[in-house]
């Protein structure tokens, strides 16, 4: 499941306008790098997040909310080839920069969507 994200904590971290993200079971996720370090934030939702990010660079790797703590989120642009990401909705776009174009054969939403719909 993937999708962008336009929340203000994704265009900070992105610096950009927006966050491409893919949610993974987390038991499908095994970390070989030992070295990350963690950040809390309450997000929008009110869930408390955790990133996990490199701190010689800061880019965040991935993320998990407490609320769902079986999934991983994973920043789509560590992935070798962010390309392949399908982009299903479009999230947080109350909070859009106000240039960005929708596709208009994207769902969007104002805040977060129930992601459920979007699994198999």
């Known amino acids: 499941m993937s999708y962008v994200c336009h929340c203000t904590d994704c265009q900070k971290r992105t610096s950009s306008a927006f966050g491409v993200s893919v949610q993974v079971p987390a038991e499908s996720?095994?970390?070989?790098?030992?070295?990350?370090?963690k950040r809390q934030r309450?997000?929008?939702s009110g869930n408390i997040v955790t990133s996990l990010f490199y701190p010689e660079c800061g880019?965040?790797?991935?993320?998990?909310?407490?609320?769902?703590?079986?999934?991983?989120?994973?920043?789509?642009?560590?992935?070798?080839?962010?390309s392949l990401v399908p982009i299903l909705p479009h999230t947080w776009t109350g909070s859009a920069v106000p240039w960005f174009q929708f596709p208009s054969e994207i769902e969007n939403y104002s805040a977060a969507p129930d992601f459920a719909k979007y699994y198999d």
Do not use: C, W, Y
Not at 60 to 74: E, Y
């Open 59 to 82: 880019t965040t790797v991935m993320s998990f909310s407490h609320a769902r703590a079986n999934i991983r989120v994973i920043a789509a642009g560590t992935l070798d080839d962010p």
């Open 29 to 37: 996720v095994k970390l070989e790098q030992a070295d990350l370090r």
């Open 42 to 44: 309450t997000a929008a």
